[in-house]
């Protein structure tokens, strides 16, 4: 099993910046892409940004120019730098990884983490 957690929400006035962290573990053969997804209330999940094992990344595009991901491959890890928050930015953010378990687990398998809250509020 693949095991996915977050880590590093919390409250933060508008304006400010927050960071968080994903680390996964488990039976890990090999990583394929990992992202950031987060879910308002009353909202449907939305992909925030995602980054390859090689390091390409893409940005929705209401979080661009603020947010960057980044991965620590020898850590299995990933990082979300969140920057000028916004009200809307609240949300609870979740982060999935695509992960092969062995040689022969070709396609791997999302795995998804519970989630972190982060709250914008003066």
């Known amino acids: 099993q693949v095991q996915v957690a977050e880590s590093g929400g919390g409250l933060v006035e508008p304006g400010g910046s927050l960071r968080l962290s994903c680390a996964s573990s488990?039976?890990?053969?090999?990583?394929?892409?990992m992202g950031w997804y987060r879910q308002a209330p009353g909202k449907q999940r939305e992909m925030v940004a995602t980054i390859t094992s090689g390091g390409r990344t893409t940005y929705s595009d209401s979080v661009k120019g603020r947010f960057t991901i980044s991965r620590d491959n020898a850590k299995n890890t990933i990082y979300l730098q969140m920057n000028s928050l916004k009200p809307e930015d609240a949300a609870v953010y979740y982060c999935r990884v695509r992960a092969r378990v062995g040689p022969l687990d070709y396609n791997g398998k999302d795995y998804w983490g519970i989630g972190s809250q982060v709250t914008v509020s003066p």
């Open positions: 488990g039976d890990i053969y090999r990583i394929n892409d």
